[in-house]
């Protein structure tokens, strides 16, 4: 029981000690290396959709719910620098003037506990945990950062019943908008490349065509993704 009790508490100290694990996914080599991409003079960027099928093995939280996932790369210019904004960002259906713009992991978190409310048949959901990593891609200097510990999310299943609903609380809440805030794609000043997950609240239909369109520094890109 002492042993127990030891592991518990050495577990806690080592938690409160840990490093944050760095934001976004690991940039390719090159935007080249992505089925979408292009260049411009001051930037080049590579893209990629996620399919339902690849957005459940890359979450936890069931973000196939509420929006359509796309993973984002940006390379600096050579001797520049790239300030990094999801407002920058904008998704169009069928070439419409009206574009959707992205929503940030706190959005989509609630969005998604919302949806876990009215639900009542068997679900999943996020949990959260301590786990040990051996460290990731620093956006901010193009590196690997060191490892450590880091809050990692977990997954639970559920059955609806009188109690309350898997995904619907407060620390379900928190546990999806620290994974899909984790994965997103880092804002800010880079001068080294950049990537990670954009989340865009809509539904997306077969029928429709979308188009990712990136505008920065009077540049714009315009990247049809495939249905």
């Not at 990629?48 to 996932?69: G, H, I, M, W, Y």
């Not at 069928?94 to 978190?109: F, H, Q, R």
Request: overall charge positive; proline content about 6%; hydrophobic content about 35%.
């Amino acid at each position: 029981m002492k042993a127990k009790l030891g592991w518990a508490a050495a577990l806690v100290a080592v938690a409160s000690l840990g490093m944050a694990a760095p934001k976004g996914t690991v940039p390719r080599s090159s935007a080249g290396k992505y089925a979408l991409h292009a260049t411009r003079e001051k930037f080049s960027i590579g893209v990629v959709t996620l399919s339902p099928e690849q957005a459940r093995k890359q979450f936890v939280s069931d973000v196939n719910r509420c929006c359509v996932v796309v993973e984002v790369a940006l390379y600096p210019s050579k001797d520049g620098k790239l300030d990094v904004s999801l407002n920058d960002l904008v998704l169009r259906q069928n070439n419409s003037e009206v574009g959707d713009k992205p929503a940030s992991a706190k959005v989509i978190a609630s969005k998604l506990r919302k949806k876990a409310e009215a639900t009542r048949d068997i679900s999943v959901y996020p949990s959260v945990g301590v786990g040990y990593g051996n460290g990731g891609y620093d956006p901010a200097t193009g590196t690997r950062a060191p490892g450590g510990t880091y809050k990692q999310v977990g997954v639970g299943v559920g059955i609806g019943g009188s109690g309350p609903q898997p995904g619907s609380t407060d620390k379900d809440r928190v546990a999806m908008e620290t994974e899909l805030s984790e994965k997103g794609l880092p804002e800010g000043a880079a001068s080294a490349p950049v990537a990670g997950y954009v989340y865009f609240p809509m539904a997306r239909k077969k029928s429709q065509t979308l188009t990712l369109e990136y505008s920065v520094n009077g540049e714009k890109v315009q990247l049809r993704l495939p249905q």
